[in-house]
């Protein structure tokens, strides 16, 4: 190559020209819409900013989420580590610093304006609000540079670059909201947006430039005496009575106080914004809503570490002698897996309950929840309130430690590719779900739709999921990797918690509106099965390929 630039360049050709050929025919798409469908001078009626906002906005989000993967070297790295993403094969080029930090950023602010403005011109616009054209480009461009420095930069503890990004995410989202809802002129929104641009590269020249010459920064020594705290049972226990005990030690030292560590960091901005609206009921329980979500979510992020230390390195994804050679079976290395997520789970809640209590019986907030609560038990009983506020606790305990756990199969498996497309589909799917969420809540006629779908939606993943666990099961009872005591021992263990969750489900939701077939297709999907048992099969090949 005679240049930096075009040495870069070729990189991104080269690794995602299919994503970009992909973007390409989507603009292809809605100019054809535009150009050849409609008529000129065509009134189109999409309804209030949030239909629009499912119609244009959600496929847009979703191609400049790609750009941030691919221009931020996301799919690349490991986001929950501490060592810098900038993929360090780039390091030995000889060129500058400048030049590393530089043109990537200049090819993804490019890319993140022209996405917009080739939008803004080719896609179907509504004719009853006008649609901003400069500082929308800005935003973008803005965003995915700050995104580039944030992750690119080294950080002291494994999982602050997510907490780092996320906020920076909302932070960027709730801007826009902003200025959509006061209408805020374009001018002054440039004047905020275009410094932003350069400010973000001398940060990200600042985080490649440690990167580079390997200033990784090691936070871990503050938090030591909870580390010792949490390690108080091993450290007085130093002989293992077997290996799988060993290994299940292993497993928390290496990934388990991941979860608890990247909840306890995000724990304290969310509680702050939740006594800071204490006189608001709705703003209160909307906090009140993501508090509670906070660990299973931050959980689909933990996840990757618990299929990366799999390797036995956190720099690769298969596994290494070190990880084969040990005197257990894979389903024992699974085990020693899942006993790790239990703790790590139990480990992040405890802290959430524990906090959540203390800051509620603080401030204002507990004297409100307690009217609602007995305003609610006088339309449903109390009976029902307890069992649904249980159903609601235990189920975002078990939906946590099944982000920790579904997807341990992927990582298992030692394919780098579909680790990384795991981990980019998910975040796709978390920045897409609210804005059609949204488009439903406010279209009743898609809720028609999909209230009378719901029975088929229902059985189509039911089947889908009882042909893959009828798939996994004959492979593991043909491969002999457990045996068929455990096979059938976990089948029944999974039919009694179906069965159990189904009788609650009766006694809380049996009425007309909820016929008992739906029900029972309710309380098969939540109950992990087939991509559980599919763990011990993925270590299995890729233990001794």
């Known amino acids: ?270 509680l702050a914004l939740l006594s800071a609206v204490n006189d608001t009921p709705a703003l209160v329980f909307l906090m009140l809503f993501i508090v509670l979500f906070t660990p299973p979510f931050m959980a689909a992020f933990a996840a990757a570490m618990v299929s990366r230390a799999s390797a036995g390195v956190s720099d690769s994804y298969g596994v290494t002698p070190f990880i084969a050679t040990r005197p257990l079976s894979d389903a024992a290395l699974v085990a020693a897996k899942l006993k790790a997520t239990i703790w790590s789970t139990v480990a992040a809640w405890t802290l959430l309950l524990v906090a959540l209590t203390l800051t509620l019986s603080l401030s204002d907030i507990w004297p409100m929840l307690i009217e609602g609560a007995r305003r609610l038990s006088e339309v449903i009983g109390t009976p029902r309130l307890v069992a649904v506020v249980l159903l609601l606790i235990s189920g975002l305990i078990i939906a946590t430690w099944k982000q920790l756990v579904q997807s341990l199969y992927i990582g298992l498996s030692g394919r780098e590719w579909l680790i990384r497309a795991n981990a980019f589909l998910l975040i796709v799917f978390l920045i897409a779900a609210g804005p059609i969420v949204d488009w439903i809540m406010d279209n009743s006629d898609v809720q028609g739709a999909l209230w009378d779908a719901i029975p088929l939606i229902l059985a189509i993943l039911v089947c889908v999921k009882m042909s893959a666990a009828s798939l996994v099961a004959i492979r593991l009872y043909r491969s002999r990797l457990l045996s068929d005591r455990a096979i059938v021992t976990g089948a029944a263990v999974w039919l009694v918690a179906v069965l159990a969750l189904y009788g609650l489900f009766v006694w809380l939701l049996s009425t007309p509106l909820f016929p008992r077939y739906v029900l029972a297709l309710l309380a098969i999907l939540p109950i992990p099965l087939a991509r559980l048992s599919a763990a011990p099969l993925a270590l299995a090949w890729n233990r001794h390929r």
């Not at 000129?40 to 949030?50: E, S, T």
């Not at 906005?57 to 993403?85: C, E, H, K």
């Open 1 to 270: 190559m005679r240049s930096p630039a075009l040495a870069i360049a070729w990189e991104f050709r080269q690794r995602h020209r299919w994503g970009l050929v992909a973007i390409a025919g989507y603009l292809l798409v809605v100019a054809t819409i535009k150009l050849l469908i409609l008529d000129p001078g065509q009134i189109v009626k999409l309804g209030d900013p949030r239909s629009f906002a499912a119609v244009v906005v959600v496929p847009l989000f979703v191609t400049f989420t790609y750009f941030l993967a691919v221009f931020s070297f996301g799919l690349a790295g490991d986001i929950a580590a501490r060592q810098s993403i900038y993929p360090t094969r780039l390091f030995t080029l000889p060129v500058t610093t400048d030049a590393l930090a530089g043109w990537p950023m200049l090819y993804g602010t490019a890319a993140a304006a022209i996405l917009w403005l080739a939008t803004r011109l080719l896609a179907v616009w509504p004719s009853e609000f006008h649609v901003p054209v400069i500082w929308p480009a800005l935003m973008a461009a803005s965003l995915l540079a700050w995104t580039q420095a944030l992750v690119w930069m080294p950080y002291g503890l494994p999982g602050l670059r997510v907490i780092v990004a996320m906020l920076c995410l909302a932070t960027m989202e709730a801007m826009v909201l902003v200025a959509l809802e006061f209408n805020i002129s374009e001018p002054v929104m440039v004047a905020f947006l275009a410094p932003q641009i350069p400010l973000a590269y001398l940060v990200a020249r600042f985080a490649v430039a440690r990167a580079r010459r390997g200033d990784v920064p090691d936070w871990r020594g503050m938090f030591a005496r909870l580390g010792q705290i949490a390690d108080v049972l091993p450290r007085r226990r130093r002989n293992f009575h077997s290996p799988a005990g060993a290994q299940t030690w292993l497993e928390w030292r290496r990934y388990g106080r991941s979860l608890p560590a990247m909840v306890g960091l995000l724990l304290p901005f969310e």
